[in-house]
């Protein structure tokens, strides 16, 4: 079946650091997502990508597609505390079956 | 603005109990789905439905898992005879399926804890 690898599984910052997260693919994927899940919380549904080298932006947050479409990262700019929890990259088989990643934790000290 | 909910958002059963989750997709979503999250771990895919159809399943899904939809608006997960493996947070998902090219965007429920004594 496919997998999709995610690294760091764990990261502290300061607040004010960056923090990015990568996810790679065994597959070249039909579109990639992102969710954030707060402690306690349910997964909560961030971007889309579906272009190769796809680039898109939420405010500090900036999202990448491979251009061979099976890796992608996200990029968190100057962290704050509200941006802890588990951010979890998602392949989308086609048939919109996700398969998600095992997550990052981030964590960000005050 | 619309969600998903989910019933009960806690259940304790017994060992070879069956239980029921019970999830209220958003109501224009067509494809609804069903995921496990054991504690710590990463969200797992167990089974996605479309009109009135299981679409795809898991190897998870296996005999011991049902869902159904009974009414236009109750979408549910059974599991038969709870294992002790079992226990985990289990998400509902909807998807709407209509609308702009590319638009996946599932939406969760908060989950039902399952714990399996």
């Known amino acids: 079946g496919q997998q999709v690898m995610q690294i760091p599984q764990y990261q502290h910052v300061q607040e004010g650091e960056d923090f990015t997260t990568y996810c790679n693919s065994s597959?070249?994927?039909?579109?990639i997502q992102w969710y954030k899940q707060r402690p306690g919380g349910h997964p909560v549904f961030l971007i889309q990508l579906v272009k190769s080298g796809e680039v898109k932006k939420q405010k500090r947050l900036t999202f990448q597609f491979g251009e061979a479409k099976k890796n992608s990262s996200l990029h968190i700019t100057a962290t704050q505390t509200t941006d802890v929890g588990t951010y979890f990259c998602a392949a989308d088989s086609g048939y919109s079956t996700l398969t998600f990643g095992k997550g990052t934790m981030l964590l960000v000290s005050p | 603005e619309p969600e998903v909910t989910q019933t009960p958002s806690h259940q304790v059963t017994q060992m070879g109990q069956e239980v029921i989750l019970r999830c209220v997709p958003i109501?224009?979503?067509?494809?609804f789905y069903w995921y496990r999250q054991i504690l710590g771990q990463k969200v797992e895919f167990l089974v996605s439905?479309?009109?009135?159809?299981?679409?795809?399943k898991s190897e998870i899904f296996d005999d011991q898992f049902s869902v159904e939809r009974p009414d236009g608006s109750n979408f549910t997960l059974k599991i038969r005879s709870t294992k002790l493996e079992d226990s985990a947070m289990y998400f509902c998902a909807s998807r709407k399926g209509t609308g702009p090219i590319g638009n996946n965007e599932q939406f969760f429920g908060p989950g039902t804890r399952l714990t399996v004594l």
């Open positions: 439905f479309y009109n009135n159809e299981i679409s795809e």
């Open positions: 597959t070249t994927l039909s579109n």
């Open positions: 109501s224009n979503h067509l494809y």
